[in-house]
C-alpha cells in the first residue's frame, strides 16, 4: 500500500471518532475542535506542505487537495478549513517565500498543530479589492509600525502565525499593487494586537474576528518575501486558497449528496420512497455531474500548480463552479430533507451555512468570473 493510501484509509478510520454530532455541537457552541486539531497534527495532516527536511509530510499539491476533499467528505467545512489554514496558509507560504530563520521558528508549531495559521487580508472597506488595503506599516528604527484594521480573519484570535498585509509605500507609477508587503508574525509576541469576535453564521467552530492593529512594532525580520512585492507573492497564495476551498466545497458537498440520496431512498411518502420521484432524482443526479465536473478543474490546477504552471484559471474557475455546484447540491439536500432539514440536529443546515460562503469568500463569484473576462477572454476591464 503506497504513502498516499495509507493516509487515506487513516483519515477514513478516525472520522468514527469526530461524528457529525461532535461538529453539530462544536458549531452551536462557537467552540473550536481542539480534539481534532490535536488528531490531525498526529496524523501529519497539519504538516501535509512541509517539506522533509523539516520533518514534514510533503506531498503534492495535487495528492494535497485530494485530501483536503476527503476530509471535508467525512467531516464537513470547518475539518476542511482548519487544514487549509494549517497548509495553505502556514506551510506553502513559509516554505515558497520564508527566510531559513523563519522557516526554523514557525515550522515546528505547523508539526505539533499550535501555529493555527491565518491571513489578514479583508479591511471594512477592502474586501474584494484588496489593493485598496490602508493598514499600513511605517519604517521606524529596526524595523515597522503597523497600524489598521482588519476584519474577517479566521482563527486570528488564536493564531501564533499571521501572515499580515500591509501598504509600505504609496504606489509610486500609479501601479495599485506596488508597496504591498507581508508580514510574518506571532501575535503574541507584540503588543497593541487586538481580536474582537464576530458571531457569524459559517465556520463558527473556528470563529473569525476583527483585529486591530494600534502602533505595533514588529522588527525587519517579519517582512515575508520582499518589501513592496507582496501583491505577487499574495496571488500565489490566493491560487492555492482557491483550489483549497473549492476542495472544501466539493468535499462537503459530497457528504451532503451521499445524506440525501440515501434519504430519497428511504423516506416514504404517498406509500413509496420520494427518491423515485424523478423531480427528486434530478437535482441530485445533476449535483453530482456539476460537482465531477468542477473537481476536473480544480485537481488540473492543482497538477499545474505541482508542475510550475500558472493555473490562475483554474483556482478561479475551480473556486467559481464549485461554489455554485456545492451550492446546488446544498440547496437540493435542504429540498430531498423536507422539514427535517430545518432541525439542527440532522447536520444539513449546518452544511447548508457553511457552504454559502463559498460564494462570497475567499473570492466572490462575480470576482472570479471578472478574473475570466479580464485576463482570459481580455475583455475591457471593468475595474
Ligand atoms: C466566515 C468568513 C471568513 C473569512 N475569513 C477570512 C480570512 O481568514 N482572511 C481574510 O482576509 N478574509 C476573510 N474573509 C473575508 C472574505 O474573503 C471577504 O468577505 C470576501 O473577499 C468579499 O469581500 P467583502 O466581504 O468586503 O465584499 P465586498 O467587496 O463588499 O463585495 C460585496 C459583493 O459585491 C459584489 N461585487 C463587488 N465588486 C464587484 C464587481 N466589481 N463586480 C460585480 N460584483 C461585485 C459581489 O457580489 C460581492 O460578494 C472571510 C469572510 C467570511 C464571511
Redesign the pocket.
Same mark, same amino acid.
Given at each position: 500500500m503506497s504513502e498516499f493510501s495509507l493516509i487515506e484509509e487513516t483519515v477514513r478510520e478516525t472520522a468514527k471518532r469526530f461524528t457529525e454530532r461532535y461538529w453539530i455541537e462544536k458549531d452551536k457552541a462557537a467552540q473550536f475542535p481542539k480534539e481534532f486539531l490535536d488528531e490531525a497534527a498526529r496524523l501529519g495532516l497539519t504538516s501535509l506542505l512541509v517539506p522533509a527536511e523539516y520533518n514534514g509530510v510533503n506531498i503534492k499539491v495535487g495528492d494535497y487537495v485530494g485530501l483536503v476533499r476527503l476530509v471535508s467528505s467525512l467531516h464537513g467545512v470547518a475539518a476542511g478549513d482548519l487544514l487549509m489554514a494549517y497548509n495553505t496558509?502556514g506551510a506553502h507560504p513559509l516554505f515558497t517565500l520564508g527566510s531559513n530563520e523563519q522557516k526554523r521558528k514557525f515550522a515546528e508549531r505547523l508539526i505539533t498543530g499550535e501555529a493555527n495559521p491565518?491571513?489578514?487580508?479583508?479591511e471594512?472597506a477592502?474586501? /474584494?479589492?484588496?489593493l485598496s488595503v490602508s493598514t499600513v506599516a511605517e519604517r521606524s528604527g529596526d524595523g515597522y509600525t503597523i497600524r489598521g484594521r482588519?476584519?474577517?480573519?479566521?482563527?486570528?484570535h488564536i493564531t501564533r502565525q499571521m501572515i499580515l498585509?500591509a501598504r509600505t509605500s504609496s504606489p509610486q507609477s500609479g501601479r495599485r499593487s506596488e508597496g504591498l508587503t507581508l508580514f510574518l508574525i506571532d501575535p503574541h509576541e507584540h503588543s497593541g494586537i487586538r481580536t474582537s469576535r464576530?458571531d457569524?453564521i459559517?465556520?463558527r467552530a473556528l470563529g /473569525?474576528c476583527e483585529v486591530f492593529f494600534e502602533d505595533v512594532h514588529v522588527p525587519r525580520e517579519a517582512v515575508l518575501g520582499e518589501e513592496g512585492k507582496g501583491w505577487r507573492a499574495l496571488t500565489g497564495i490566493f491560487n492555492l486558497e482557491r483550489l483549497s476551498t473549492a476542495s472544501i466545497s466539493l468535499g462537503t458537498a459530497e457528504l451532503l449528496l451521499n445524506k440525501a440520496v440515501e434519504h430519497a431512498k428511504t423516506r416514504v411518502v404517498f406509500g413509496r420512497p420520494i427518491g423515485a420521484n424523478q423531480a427528486v432524482q434530478f437535482p441530485l443526479a445533476e449535483g453530482k455531474v456539476w460537482l465531477e465536473a468542477a473537481w476536473r478543474l480544480v485537481r488540473d490546477g492543482a497538477e499545474k500548480m505541482d508542475r510550475g504552471e500558472e493555473c490562475a484559471f483554474e483556482a478561479n474557475g475551480g473556486a467559481l463552479l464549485a461554489a455554485k455546484s456545492s451550492n446546488m447540491v446544498a440547496d437540493a439536500a435542504m429540498q430531498v430533507f423536507g422539514g427535517m432539514a430545518f432541525a439542527q440536529d440532522t447536520g444539513i443546515e449546518l452544511h447548508w451555512r457553511n457552504l454559502r460562503?463559498f460564494?462570497?469568500?475567499?473570492?466572490?463569484?462575480?470576482?472570479a468570473l471578472?478574473y475570466v473576462a479580464h485576463n482570459i477572454l481580455k475583455l475591457p476591464r471593468?475595474?
Open positions: 496558509f491565518c491571513v489578514a487580508v479583508t471594512p477592502a474586501g /474584494s479589492d484588496t482588519k476584519i474577517w480573519i479566521t482563527m486570528s498585509v464576530i457569524d459559517a465556520l /473569525s460562503l460564494r462570497v469568500g475567499p473570492v466572490p463569484e462575480e470576482l471578472s471593468s475595474f
